[in-house]
């Protein structure tokens, strides 16, 4: 086991611990984690894993690792997968480094991916608190670059039976680092394709495998193939690679040790008509982790980049506004009324983050929140309705009256007046449907309506469905009204 700072680790869990009520033994178990946790588990945490094998709940789990980041405990990454191989293809200390454009040397391919696509947010100890082998890059072993360092282990084949790390690892003929010079490896390659990357700059190449002659079969001599790496790309001399023995001669010219994976794929692999998606075991997404309350409070400072933001496959976007705030502003007066609105913000703030979702920003007496499930948005905005009645029998009059609206579907998260914000038609909309409803009333689109589990979360109550028109569709649109329980 790598040495620990005692000290170190002692002082940053008892600020963790203090940092919030926590549910009994969850902060032993996370210290059992720091401490006999293996490198793997270390180097790339998912607070999702420990939630599973550990009997805690995920919002918690979540929250956790959060507060660990803050406190200087966990480093906190936005790692880029490829979906089709699960190499970690970058990794970014801060949000505002992250690009959404991908390129796979493995898998030869290039594209844009969301913030709830393949953009896992990871932790790992701090090297100051526990020195872990795989911070030593220029260390490791060529198989520990691979297959601890650079691969998600989680990613299986549709049908979620078989890993994909397991599959490459039987299709590989070779692994080497490539000091400058000359390196050779020993290869035995079959018939399909062959192709070499380097797992730490996507620098690939790919070549068909030419069928042997009977003569070459019979005299086994190996081929020689030849391939020049600048350090920036592989050129191969040869524009297939022979059946049967092979000795591969990489010349390194740049100044900087590279690196060479070996894959030989089968014709039947090749066959296929597409790369297949991976199913991965469930991470804490980009996407999800802007939706959460405890990140935008912990992390004020993480910001998109400003020229470019990144999208969002699927956001959640709940509106709510005062009905009638003129007058409660009348009859209180600014400060009292002001007073009372903040408590309401404060209710709402709760409960929101109850439901796994964010205060996004408030925009006089209405706030936008932002979910990253479409059910847990209804939830929240149920939750609300039932709890400002309390809240205003607790107050008295005048009572805070609150009319809801929501929608889901495609985003795009930006930085705007130094927040993380949101932008596009899915917002727009939600707001429009927001002017919809009435007092104690929430108007969703048929979109939300629609979407996994929230029309079982609705069975009870009066819902109403009406056309109206919406900014940015083409005619009239279907909205549903919820009025309160049947």
């Given at each position: 086991m790598t040495s620990i700072d005692e000290w170190l680790l002692e002082s940053k869990m008892t600020q963790i611990e203090q940092a919030r009520a926590w549910s009994p033994r969850v902060i032993s178990k996370f210290e059992t984690l720091m401490r006999s946790g293996?490198?793997?588990?270390?180097?790339?945490?998912?607070?999702?894993?420990?939630?599973?094998?550990?009997?805690?709940?995920?919002?918690?789990?979540?929250?956790?690792?959060?507060?660990a980041?803050?406190?200087?405990?966990?480093?906190?990454?936005?790692?880029?997968?490829?979906?089709?191989?699960?190499?970690?293809?970058?990794s970014f200390g801060r949000l505002r480094a992250l690009?959404?454009?991908f390129v796979c040397g493995l898998c030869d391919i290039e594209g844009q991916t969301d913030l709830d696509d393949f953009i896992e947010v990871s932790f790992s100890v701090s090297p100051q608190v526990r020195r872990l082998a795989l911070y030593d890059v220029d260390n490791l072993s060529i198989e520990d670059l691979h297959w601890k360092l650079k691969f998600a282990n989680s990613g299986r084949l549709p049908g979620g039976q078989i890993r994909f790390v397991d599959l490459l690892r039987s299709l590989v003929r070779g692994m080497s680092y490539l000091p400058t010079g000359l390196t050779t490896l020993h290869a035995e390659i079959g018939p399909g394709a062959?192709?070499?990357?380097?797992?730490?700059?996507?620098?690939?190449?790919?070549?068909?495998v030419m069928l042997a002659s009977s003569a070459e079969q019979s005299s086994n001599i190996p081929r020689i193939v030849r391939i020049a790496y600048d350090g920036q790309r592989f050129t191969p001399a040869v524009s297939a690679v022979p059946s049967g023995p092979v000795i591969f001669e990489i010349n390194n010219t740049s100044p900087r040790r590279g690196s060479l994976l070996l894959i030989n794929w089968s014709p039947e692999i090749l066959a296929m008509p597409e790369k297949p998606t991976l199913e991965f075991d469930p991470y804490v997404s980009g996407g999800m982790l802007l939706t959460r309350q405890t990140f935008r409070k912990l992390f004020r400072s993480e910001r998109v980049d400003e020229e470019e933001g990144l999208g969002v496959r699927q956001v959640t976007f709940l509106f709510t506004d005062l009905k009638g705030s003129t007058a409660l502003y009348e009859r209180l007066g600014d400060l009292n009324a002001y007073a009372l609105v903040r408590e309401h913000f404060a209710l709402l703030d709760a409960i929101a983050q109850r439901h796994a979702g964010a205060i996004v920003k408030t925009i006089g007496d209405a706030v936008m929140a932002a979910f990253s499930r479409p059910v847990d948005a209804v939830a929240a905005a149920l939750h609300i309705l039932q709890d400002i009645g309390r809240f205003n029998r607790e107050h008295g009059q005048p009572a805070i009256i609150l009319k809801m609206g929501a929608h889901c579907g495609p985003s795009i998260a930006v930085t705007l007046n130094e927040n993380l914000d949101y932008f596009g038609q899915t917002v727009n909309i939600a707001a429009r449907v927001q002017s919809f409803a009435d007092a104690g009333e929430v108007c969703l689109t048929e979109a939300l309506y629609t979407a996994p589990a929230v029309r079982e979360l609705l069975a009870g109550y009066d819902v109403e469905e009406f056309d109206a028109p919406l900014r940015g569709v083409e005619g009239e649109a279907r909205v549903y009204r919820v009025t309160g329980r049947s």
């Open positions: 293996d490198e793997v588990s270390l180097y790339r945490a998912n607070p999702l894993a420990f939630a599973r094998d550990r009997n805690v709940a995920e919002p918690e789990s979540i929250d956790l690792f959060l507060h980041a803050r406190a200087g405990l966990l480093d906190m990454h936005w790692d880029i997968l490829c979906p089709h191989s699960g190499l970690v293809l970058e690009r959404s454009h062959l192709s070499g990357v380097n797992v730490q700059t996507q620098a690939g190449f790919m070549l068909p």
